[in-house]
């Protein structure tokens, strides 16, 4: 934790860091969604087709998937601060280079610059990766285990703000001045994490408090059947989360036909619900973990009650005639799905406790092996099913995660400072 010996202004408080942590979420969600607003006109002027859009959107993913356990290893070594110091430059110096493709010296044939963005979005991936394990690991060492929902959800909620924030500041700059210009402000709000990041280790040492590694380390936790059973769980949650992040806009311009700008608005609306609901949930978590429901059912019934209701919004707004009614739904469906969120990364700190930077990055890589394959096979659904059938698909999964809490027991870990 934070020793009083060696506080120093504002990073005196551990929560301080925490907003730093959200601060550098909501710009990692700006970086890694834009493509999912832009796709609209890049489309157009590259001649790609959804299917390819997709593989866009998984190629991101398997850099992003691939990466999170050496990167949480990496942060459980270094910590939080020097590892998301340098990944929030990377994805400055990636997104530029993804804006720059198909222009000037990087103009080329389609299959080419296809190949390129390819590679481009997986190595955006790659320097994503210790996003939200680095975070975990943060969480881990600043904020006590009885206040580690909320921090989670706050950190989490970046998932909503980032995704809130992309649809209408992206789509109003490329209505303007195009999809490239959009990429680039789109990068600003990382520039300007990796410039505070900069800051932080120039405090003294013991402010961050950067975690050693053990000499024996206690690996047996991450065998254990809870983490086994949460890690599918928030895989297949990661598969529904991801239908919104990547598909929310296109869908509603190709398939319930709004206006590029119309459909910016709107489909910030679920991000916008989410900013409340991923935090409230870590909130109420937390209360029932330390009221009647106990430690066991009161990190259960979150994940339980949001993930069976989103998946029936889900097909309520798959089923809806009414394009604006389904923009309500689907808004619905979202915060209830991500509203876990909290209660995911509080249990598996439970569980894992000094393991939490690997931990987090095992568990978050397999919440992104379900976004790995939902960007790519949701349009392959939706071309030979339909669009509603594959949302179907979607809200039965979801379901089967709340199912798999069940078998879900997190542990006592003790009470700190923070």
């Not at 796709?39 to 593989?55: N, V």
């Not at 910590?79 to 804006?99: H, K, M, Q, S």
């Not at 598969?239 to 700008?261: A, D, K, N």
Request: proline share 6%.
């Amino acid at each position: 934790m934070l020793p009083s010996s060696k506080k120093t202004g504002l990073t005196a408080n551990p929560w301080f860091l925490v907003g730093l942590l959200c601060a550098t979420a909501t710009s990692s969600y700006l970086s890694r969604v834009n493509l999912s607003v832009t796709g609209a006109l890049m489309m157009h002027e590259l001649g790609f087709s959804q299917i390819q859009m997709g593989r866009l959107f998984s190629a991101f993913l398997l850099g992003y998937a691939l990466f999170q356990v050496p990167a949480g290893m990496l942060a459980d070594r270094w910590g939080a601060p020097r590892v998301l110091g340098i990944a929030t430059l990377w994805w400055v110096v990636a997104t530029g280079l993804i804006a720059a493709t198909g222009w000037g010296p990087l103009r080329m044939t389609a299959v080419h610059t296809m190949a390129l963005l390819l590679v481009l979005r997986f190595v955006l991936g790659v320097g994503e990766s210790p996003t939200f394990p680095a975070s975990g690991q943060g969480v881990a060492q600043w904020i006590a285990p009885r206040r580690q929902g909320r921090a989670n959800g706050l950190v989490i909620a970046a998932i909503g703000l980032g995704s809130a924030i992309a649809p209408v500041l992206i789509s109003v700059v490329m209505v303007h001045w195009g999809w490239r210009p959009a990429l680039l402000v789109s990068a600003l709000p990382a520039m300007a994490a990796a410039l505070v990041w900069r800051r932080v280790p120039h405090f003294p040492a013991a402010v961050v408090s950067q975690p050693k590694p053990a000499p024996h380390a206690d690996h047996s936790s991450l065998r254990s059947s809870s983490f086994v059973i949460l890690t599918v769980s928030y895989t297949l949650q990661g598969y529904v989360g991801y239908i919104f992040v990547f598909w929310i806009y296109l869908y509603l311009v190709q398939e319930r036909h709004f206006s590029l700008l119309r459909a910016g608005g709107l489909s910030s609306l679920p991000w916008i619900l989410t900013v409340v609901a991923i935090p409230l949930g870590g909130v109420i978590s937390d209360r029932l973990v330390s009221g009647a429901f106990g430690l066991r059912w009161g990190r259960r019934a979150v994940p339980l009650a949001g993930l069976a209701l989103g998946g029936l919004f889900l097909v309520l707004g798959a089923r809806s005639p009414n394009a604006y009614w389904a923009v309500g739904y689907l808004s619905l469906a979202t915060a209830l799905v991500l509203c876990s969120e909290g209660p995911f990364w509080a249990t598996m700190m439970e569980i894992a406790r000094s393991n939490s930077g690997a931990a987090g990055g095992i568990m978050n890589m397999g919440s992104n092996i379900g976004g790995l394959v939902s960007p790519a096979l949701t349009p392959i659904l939706a071309a030979h099913l339909g669009w509603k059938n594959a949302l179907y698909v979607g809200a039965g999964i979801s379901v089967v995660s709340a199912a798999l809490w069940l078998g879900v027991t997190p542990r006592n870990s003790e009470v700190g400072p923070g």
